[in-house]
């Protein structure tokens, strides 16, 4: 089993004893080093975020057509927005500058997505898999903050995520389970606290974590306490061109996920409205009969079926998983499925959804705020660093755009 770095403090020492400061702080001064992973990591109908793990220090220019903007870098992980750029269009960005160290010059092709046909009519954003109260990631967790912070890692990705997603437009947040790492009050009234700062509607369904056991209060009364909605059982919420149909998958005490409890009230909802339909869970849709990775999700027989009989009620539906702390996407019966990262490790995301009349957008972004971003992108290391090439998936699995069909 993980081991927690509270019981096993020695073992995180031992894992990173050649490390002073993790992650390690960018260098204050001296020339511009070469840059590492520079590259684009989402895409959206106006607009493409670029990220790197190394960049600068110093200043660097960023072009793309005649837009030029002059970005400060600090020679560790950042990341920039290029803004107001033509929707379908493709856009070559060149990036120059002292930052650039000895690369000099480093181009970048992008394309943004296609809006669907209509007006748009809501945006909706998620996070998946926070962990309040979690002080380190990694399979042995291992991968901790040192110096230990005045704020954890995770609140600040939830903190500054929220943010973000509020910032771009997000009229509703959907936290996606696993808010806490474990069903103790003391997670829960951390997590209120932080999201208590959104003035958009938001509300939590519960994950693995939340229905493991650990923990000193029950799940829905420590959401209930901390003044966070929280969907116990089924809930639907109707918004302007979507209904967003949000249930549990979780079983009490194990990892694996279930269906077939709310699949009925789901496909019901579904078929009763003329808009679009947006289904967040927490397990992910397993697409093999046995399991080829780890955490196990939704089986595949009762989730294939129920993904049939949802694209037959409503054509027009999107489901949405975390639990994999990656993201991938893939089609059954009609049906859209994504699975969307952890919002506290690498690549450190978030999701917003844009319903338009005839469609919808799904866009993800890593989260841009510096201190998160030197942690997540330290965090890649993770599985001998294999995670760095798992977990962010193909940039056409976690930023699309889908026209319904009629």
């Known amino acids: 089993m993980p081991l927690h770095p509270n019981d096993h403090p020695t073992l995180v020492r031992i894992a990173n004893v050649a490390r002073h400061h993790v992650p390690p702080l960018p260098p204050e001064d001296g020339p511009a080093r070469r840059p590492a992973r520079v590259g684009v990591f989402g895409t959206g109908t106006d607009w493409v975020q670029l990220t790197w793990s190394r960049l600068g220090p110093g200043p660097v220019t960023v072009t793309c057509g005649p837009r030029q903007e002059t970005v400060v870098t600090d020679g560790g992980p950042g990341s920039h927005l ?48 926070v962990h309040i109260g ?37 009229q509703q947040l959907v936290v996606k389970g696993d808010l806490v790492n474990h069903s103790d009050a003391e997670s829960w009234r951390v997590a209120g606290g932080v999201l208590r700062a959104l003035s958009i509607p938001r509300v939590a369904i519960p994950g693995n974590h939340e229905r493991s ?76 009969l046995v399991p080829t ?8 027989p009762s989730g294939h079926r129920f993904l049939r009989q949802l694209g037959k009620a409503n054509p027009r539906a999107l489901v949405s998983s975390g639990h994999t702390h990656r993201h991938r996407t893939f ?63 193909p940039m056409r699995e976690r930023c699309f755009s889908q026209t319904w069909s009629t």
């Open 213 to 288: 056991g650990k923990g000193d209060t029950e799940a829905a009364t420590g959401a209930t306490e901390a003044d966070i909605p929280f969907v116990d059982d089924f809930d639907v919420v109707d918004r302007d061109g979507v209904r967003i149909v949000l249930a549990d998958t979780s079983r009490p005490g194990i990892n694996l996920g279930r269906i077939d409890h709310v699949a009925d009230r789901i496909v019901e909802a579904a078929a009763s409205t003329d808009d679009a339909v947006f289904v967040g869970v927490h397990h992910q849709f397993m697409r093999s």
């Open 331 to 393: 089609r059954h019966g009609g049906v859209t499925v994504s699975e969307i990262g952890s919002t506290k490790d690498f690549p450190g995301t978030w999701a917003g959804y844009q319903f338009y009349e005839g469609g919808v957008v799904q866009t993800v972004r890593r989260i841009r705020e510096p201190s998160v971003i030197r942690w997540t992108d330290h965090t890649r290391r993770a599985a001998l660093g294999a995670w760095g090439l798992w977990a962010p998936g």
């Open 293 to 300: 990775y780890i955490p196990v999700g939704i089986p595949r």
């Open 134 to 170: 979690a002080r380190a990631t990694g399979f042995f967790h291992t991968i901790a903050e040192i110096p230990t912070p005045a704020v954890h890692h995770t609140i600040r990705c939830l903190r500054a995520a929220q943010t973000e997603a509020a910032y771009w437009g997000a």
């Open 82 to 129: 290029v803004r107001q750029l033509e929707p379908a269009t493709d856009h070559r960005i060149e990036l120059t500058g002292e930052g650039m160290g000895a690369a000099k010059r480093i181009t970048i092709d992008a394309t943004t997505l296609t809006p669907p046909p209509g007006e748009e009519l809501f945006r909706l954003a998620t996070v998946s898999d």
